[in-house]
């Protein structure tokens, strides 16, 4: 079992920066693709960026180049730092923990923060 508790959204002027931190209990998540999720109201939700357990990321158009997600195994927390930030990036921004195996499948939600991008 893993517990994800994400932290540090808030409300941000446009052009401004966030760091969000996903600290992960339970087990470790070393081997598990981290990635983060938005959803604003009445929309789905969508992938902001991924993290391999080997390093490897993945961004969709609407933030690359604004967004880094990056992760420290030692503390078990996956990270997002967001830059140049929008209006439209304001959203409940979640963490989650997938990993698939031949003997299951395990994937895990945070509770989500709010970010709000507003002047």
């Known amino acids: 079992q893993v517990q994800l508790v994400e932290s540090g959204g808030g409300l941000v002027q446009p052009g401004g920066s966030l760091r969000l931190s996903c600290a992960a209990s339970g087990n470790r998540v070393s081997s598990y693709t981290m990635g983060w999720y938005r959803q604003a109201p009445g929309k789905q939700r969508d992938l902001v960026a991924r993290?391999?357990?080997?390093?490897?990321?993945n961004y969709p158009d609407s933030v690359k180049g604004r967004f880094t997600i990056s992760r420290d195994n030692g503390k078990n927390t996956v990270y997002l730092q967001m830059n140049s930030l929008k209006p439209e990036d304001s959203a409940v921004y979640y963490c989650n923990a997938l990993k698939t195996a031949w003997i299951g499948i395990d994937e895990y939600w945070g509770q989500g923060t709010q970010v709000t991008v507003s002047s």
């Open positions: 993290i391999t357990n080997t390093g490897n990321t």
